[in-house]
C-alpha cells in the first residue's frame, strides 16, 4: 500500500524530534562540516583544532555541538566565545536561531538577551561571549565545552586556554576544548602552536577551499579573483600561516638577507653600531653590528634580549660588555638607543662606561620606511643568531590604524625593529674608513717620499732644512 505524502511528513517529524531528544543533530551538517565531524570524534584528549577555509561552515558545526552537548548532559555550562562581538550578533547567534527552529516545545531553550544565554529545560546552559568588549566572559566554576570561535585572532589565546579554561575542566567527565579558525594574519600568533600541538595528539582537521565538496570551480575563481593579495588568498581559503602583505611592517624582507655574514678585506676598517630599544612593559633589545662601507650593507650580528625580573642594569651591562667585546674586539663601537628611561642610560654610562647617545626620531613610519628601503635594495643582512630580529622582520606587523606596531606574545612589541630603526638612522654612510694606502707598505711597493706632500709641507721642510 502506498503511503500518502501527509503520512511520511508526519514520520519525518517523529525522527526529527526522537533524534533532538537523543541529541542527535549530524543530520543538520552539510558535506563540509560532516569532513570536520569525523575529525572530531576520533578525538580522546580535552582539546581539538580544526583549521579552516572562509565559508567552510565551522561555526555552524561547532553550534551544532553545542546543542548536542546541551540536550544530552543536563546542567551542562556550555561557552561559545568569539574573537569579536560583531561576529557573535552577526553570525553565532543567527546559527543557533536557524537550528532551534524545528526543535520540539519541550526541548526549546529560553533565551535571555542581557546575558547572551540560553537556558534548556534540563539546566544546560549555553553562553555566548564576544572577547572583544568581554575579556573576562570566560571565567566559571566549570564548563563542559568551551569553542574558541576565530582562535587565529583571540589576544592571549594561551593565557585563556591554560589559565582559564582548562582548570574549569577538573571534575567534569568528557569536557573538551574546540579551536576553530583561518590562519591569523602573523604566523607568530599562540593558534599556530595549539595546531601543531593538536597535530601531535592526533586531534586536528585542516580543509581548504578545494576540500569543500559543494564549493564549484566557478565558485573558486571568483573568491581568488576577489582576494586583493596573494597572501590574502593563501591565508584565507588556502589556510597557510603566512602574513597578512598589507600589515606587514616590513614586507620586503626575504630569507635570502640572512644566514652566516662574510666579512670582506676591509672588515677591520669598518666601524661598529649598537642600537638599543629599551623596554618598561616590553622587551629591551640590543642589536650589534657593523657598517659594510665597501658594499653599502648594515651587518647585524649579534643580539641581546631581556625582559620582566631578567633586566636589570648590571645584567644588560654586563650581557653588552661581553657580546661586544666578543663581536668587536678592535672596533670603535658607536652606541644609540632610545631616550625612554634617560636614568638607566646614565646608569650604564657613569657606573659601567657603556655611553648610549640618545637617537633622533622622526614618525614611526617616515622611519619604517627608510629600514623598508634598505632591505629593498638588499643593505641589511642578519645573522641567524639574531633569531629575535629575524622573528620581528619576518612576522611584525602595525595595528590596524597603522600608528603603532602591533603586539605579539612571542615577539612583544616587535622591539627589535625599534633597535633596528635605530642603527638605520644613525649609521654614517657618507665617512670612508678604507685608507687610501690599504694593503700598501715598503715591503711591498716603492713609495715616493713626496707622496701626497703639499707645496706648504714642502716649503716649511726647506726652511728648517740643514745649510
Not at 542527535?24 to 582539546?47: H, P, Y
Not at 555552524?60 to 551542562?76: D, G, M, N, S, Y
Not at 642594569?313 to 625612554?340: G, H, I, M, Q
Request: overall charge positive; charged content about 30%; hydrophobic content about 35%.
Amino acid at each position: 500500500m502506498t503511503k500518502k505524502y501527509g503520512d511520511i511528513f508526519a514520520n519525518s517529524n517523529e525522527i526529527k524530534n526522537e533524534l533532538w531528544k537523543r541529541g542527535a543533530l549530524s543530520w543538520k551538517l552539510k558535506k563540509s562540516q560532516i569532513l570536520i565531524e569525523k575529525n572530531f570524534q576520533e578525538v580522546r584528549g580535552k582539546l581539538f583544532v580544526s583549521n579552516c577555509s572562509r565559508r567552510f561552515g565551522k561555526s555552524f558545526w561547532a553550534a551544532v555541538k553545542c546543542l548536542e552537548v546541551a540536550i544530552k548532559k543536563p546542567k551542562a555550562k556550555i561557552k561559545f566565545a568569539s574573537a569579536f562581538s560583531t561576529e557573535v550578533e552577526e553570525i553565532i547567534i543567527p546559527a543557533f536561531r536557524f537550528l532551534l527552529e524545528d526543535c520540539p516545545s519541550e526541548l526549546e531553550p529560553q533565551w535571555l538577551v542581557s546575558k547572551k544565554k540560553y537556558i534548556f529545560p534540563n539546566e544546560s546552559e549555553i553562553q555566548m561571549i564576544g572577547l572583544d568588549r568581554n575579556p573576562n566572559g570566560p571565567r566559571g566554576q566549570f564548563c563542559d565545552l568551551f569553542i574558541f570561535e576565530e582562535a587565529g585572532f583571540i589576544s592571549r589565546l594561551d593565557y585563556l586556554y591554560s589559565s582559564v579554561v582548562v582548570p574549569m575542566f577538573k571534575g567534569r567527565e568528557g569536557a573538551k576544548a574546540i579551536m576553530i579558525s583561518t590562519p591569523p594574519i602573523s604566523p607568530v600568533h599562540p593558534y599556530r602552536n595549539f595546531c601543531e600541538k593538536a597535530k601531535k595528539e592526533n586531534a586536528f582537521s585542516e580543509f581548504t577551499i578545494f576540500d569543500d565538496p559543494d564549493a564549484t570551480k566557478e565558485e573558486i575563481e571568483i573568491y581568488r579573483k576577489e582576494c586583493l593579495s596573494i597572501s590574502d588568498w593563501e591565508r584565507e581559503y588556502l589556510v597557510k600561516f603566512t602574513i597578512d602583505i598589507n600589515r606587514a611592517i616590513i614586507p620586503e624582507w626575504k630569507k635570502e638577507f640572512e644566514g652566516t655574514l662574510k666579512k670582506d678585506e676591509f672588515y677591520e676598517y669598518y666601524s661598529a653600531y649598537l642600537g638599543m630599544d629599551l623596554g618598561i612593559r616590553d622587551k629591551t633589545v640590543v642589536l650589534f653590528s657593523y657598517y659594510d662601507f665597501n658594499n653599502g650593507t648594515l651587518c647585524i650580528v649579534d643580539e641581546v634580549v631581556m625582559h620582566g625580573a631578567a633586566l636589570t642594569t648590571d645584567k644588560l651591562a654586563l650581557a653588552v660588555k661581553e657580546k661586544e667585546k666578543r663581536n668587536f674586539p678592535e672596533k670603535k663601537t658607536f652606541r644609540y638607543s632610545d631616550n625612554n628611561n634617560p636614568l638607566l642610560l646614565q646608569d650604564l654610562s657613569l657606573n659601567y662606561q657603556l655611553v648610549f647617545s640618545p637617537t633622533t626620531k622622526t614618525s614611526l613610519e617616515s622611519m619604517v620606511n627608510k629600514v623598508r628601503i634598505w632591505v629593498k635594495n638588499g643593505r641589511i643582512r642578519v645573522s641567524e643568531k639574531c633569531t629575535e630580529l629575524l622573528g620581528c622582520l619576518g612576522n611584525g606587523i602595525w595595528k590596524e590604524n597603522r600608528k603603532d606596531f602591533d603586539r605579539s606574545s612571542v615577539f612583544g612589541h616587535f622591539d627589535a625593529l625599534a633597535a633596528l630603526i635605530y642603527l638605520v638612522r644613525n649609521v654614517n654612510e657618507s665617512h670612508n674608513p678604507i685608507p687610501k694606502l690599504h694593503k700598501i707598505g715598503h715591503d711591498t711597493h716603492w713609495i715616493n717620499e713626496d707622496f701626497k706632500k703639499t707645496e706648504t709641507h714642502k716649503a716649511l721642510k726647506g726652511l728648517f732644512k740643514r745649510r
